[in-house]
């Protein structure tokens, strides 16, 4: 069974510091493309970073946000740094099998998702 679950979500203040997780389960993380979304309210699922053979991240976020793999834990990570109020949303990691020199980020180019977590930036 294929299974993407996520976790560190939770409130964090402006301009602070959260990292999320998504751990993989029933196949090897290494051999899948991996994306970061993230849907607010009344908003469009869009994408945060995905991660294939190389590593691309929406504008809004370059620059304060990372996107890394440990393959020895089968998990990927959004480090979240700098956070604003417009970034509460809840967040999803998703993932594809195969690794593609390129691959869109967008939410139809892939297949597994976790069930999301909720991320609020607010003082």
């Known amino acids: 069974q294929l299974q993407l679950v996520e976790s560190g979500g939770g409130l964090v203040q402006p301009g602070g510091s959260l990292r999320l997780s998504c751990a993989a389960s029933?196949?090897?993380?290494?051999?899948?493309?991996i994306g970061w979304f993230r849907q607010a309210p009344g908003k469009e699922r869009e994408g945060v970073g995905c991660?294939?053979?190389?590593?691309l991240y929406t504008n809004s976020v370059v620059g304060r946000f990372t996107i890394s793999r440990d393959n020895a834990l089968n998990t990927v990570y959004l480090q979240m740094n700098s956070t604003k109020p417009e970034g509460t949303a809840v967040y999803y990691c998703?993932?594809?099998?195969?690794?593609?020199?390129?691959?869109?980020?967008?939410?139809?180019?892939?297949?597994?998702w976790g069930q999301g977590t909720q991320v609020t930036v607010s003082s």
């Open positions: 998703a993932a594809n099998p195969g690794r593609l020199l390129f691959r869109l980020c967008v939410p139809s180019a892939y297949h597994y």
């Open positions: 029933g196949f090897t993380l290494d051999d899948y493309d």
């Open positions: 991660i294939s053979s190389r590593t």
